[in-house]
């Protein structure tokens, strides 16, 4: 039997470091052949490209500056409100040049709480960032849709700044979703 005597405690948590999309996705910055696809890269590989939409956008750290080394998931419903096995996660950073990143998806529907009650279309999201100890949730909502009745949105104290969760419509099918970890902007985050 061996002695356990000797051996050290416990690595101390970290926060996510500036690699972390390389153990995740690392087909995205140019490491190939360790997974045949990154997991994530289409939320929803059965769907018509015509059904998608795009979100755009840039993480934002306190001095207002665009990151790159930031890792980004998404989980969302169908259009019919409808979580379904193996669809609807996305995992996503922004380019290492543009410090933009961009969610192929579809629009999700309106989905029921847990309580029954109608929720507005909205994407979940989790952001990994160096300086984050813990992943911070979010989530995106669309300016084109009646948000008036959510129960999420019905919670934020701070009613002005229910829009840093709303992406803006530039077109049919193009949105834009600017995230501000901290300062004047922050977008709201959630404690789940």
């Not at 416990?10 to 153990?23: S, V």
């Amino acid at each position: 039997m061996k002695n356990y005597d000797n051996f050290f405690d416990e690595t101390p948590f970290q926060t996510a470091g500036p690699f972390l999309h390389i153990g995740c996705s690392p087909n995205s910055i140019g490491i190939n052949n360790i997974f045949k696809n990154d997991l994530g890269v289409l939320p929803f590989e059965k769907e018509s490209h015509s059904n998608f939409i795009s979100i755009s956008g840039s993480v934002f750290d306190g001095n207002s500056e665009a990151l790159n080394d930031v890792m980004i998931e998404t989980w969302q419903c169908n259009e019919k409100g409808e979580y379904i096995d193996g669809q609807g996660f996305a995992r996503f950073s922004p380019n290492a040049e543009t410090k933009k990143f961009t969610l192929r998806t579809i629009k999700p529907g309106i989905v029921k709480d847990l309580d029954g009650k109608f929720q507005s279309p909205h994407i979940l999201m989790s952001i990994s960032s160096r300086g984050i100890n813990m992943n911070l949730n979010t989530r995106i909502y669309f300016e084109d849709d009646d948000l008036s009745n959510d129960t999420t949105l019905s919670i934020i104290n701070q009613k002005d700044k229910i829009n840093t969760l709303i992406a803006k419509k530039i077109d049919k099918f193009n949105y834009i979703f600017d995230i501000y970890l901290q300062g004047n902007k922050e977008t709201v985050f959630l404690d789940i």
